[in-house]
T-cell receptor, first 109, second 113 residues
Framework: GQSLEQPSEVTAVEGAIVQINCTYQTSGFYGLSWYQQHDGGAPTFLSY????GLEETGRFSSFLSRSDSYGYLLLQELQMKDSASYFC??????????FGKGTMLLVSP | EAQVTQNPRYLITVTGKKLTVTCSQNMNHEYMSWYRQDPGLGLRQIYY???????DKGDVPEGYKVSRKEKRNFPLILESPSPNQTSLYFC????????????FGPGTRLTVL
């Protein structure tokens, strides 16, 4: 089976940079995704890494190291609206997607 | 407008009373799946469907059924709901499988008394 570990909570101030780590154990790894969810709302896609390295999309970047079974989401120039839960998710094949338990990010003024 | 819809959005029911949560998408996506979300447990996959008439179990399928008779619809059926199925349920779709961008419905909050 698959298992993912990510911190349960991270706090930061507006304008700062924060990194949310995700380590995983899985068979048949295809890629690592990140999703954002505001309080009970629908999760929304942020990024996907299938190969090692950094992917940048605006203020958000995501990194993957397949050899270390490790990835992270980097959020820069934090804004209050970034306060949300962030989930990493591993896809193994085209069929199953396994999510971590989520990291709650609290951004303070 | 591309969207994933779920109905109902909120439901309170009693143990043993069969219910169906509908999921519909207008994006012509092949892949659809159901998740439940419980506090501290993240999202757990219940069932998924790669295409019409093709469904398979996810991580937590016990107590649930699904069907995929047409591409746009993927209902979740609870034949005999129990209180441990009280949860927030999300339907999701994607063009090309689990690794592709998942588009989530708005969620259905189910309470089983």
């Amino acid at each position: 089976g698959q298992s993912l570990e990510q911190p349960s909570e991270v706090t930061a101030v507006e304008g700062a940079i924060v990194q949310i780590n995700c380590t995983y154990q899985t068979s048949g790894f295809y890629g690592l995704s990140w999703y954002q969810q505001h309080d009970g709302g629908a999760p929304t896609f942020l990024s996907y890494n299938a190969l090692d390295g950094l992917e940048e999309t605006g203020r958000f970047s995501s990194f993957l190291s397949r050899s270390d079974s490790y990835g992270y989401l980097l959020l820069q120039e934090l804004q209050m609206k970034d306060s949300a839960s962030y989930f990493c998710a591993v896809s193994s094949g085209y069929s199953t997607l396994t999510f971590g338990k989520g990291t709650m990010l609290l951004v303070s003024p | 407008e591309a969207q994933v819809t779920q109905n109902p959005r909120y439901l309170i029911t009693v143990t043993g009373k069969k219910l169906t949560v509908t999921c519909s998408q207008n994006m012509n996506h092949e892949y659809m799946s159901w998740y439940r979300q419980d506090p501290g447990l993240g999202l757990r996959q219940i069932y998924y469907s790669m295409n019409v008439e093709v469904t398979d179990k996810g991580d937590v399928p016990e107590g649930y059924k699904v069907s995929r008779k047409e591409k746009r619809n993927f209902p979740l059926i609870l034949e005999s709901p129990s209180p441990n199925q009280t949860s927030l349920y999300f339907c999701a779709t994607s063009l090309a499988g689990a690794g592709d961008t998942q588009y989530f419905g708005p969620g259905t909050r189910l309470t089983v008394l």
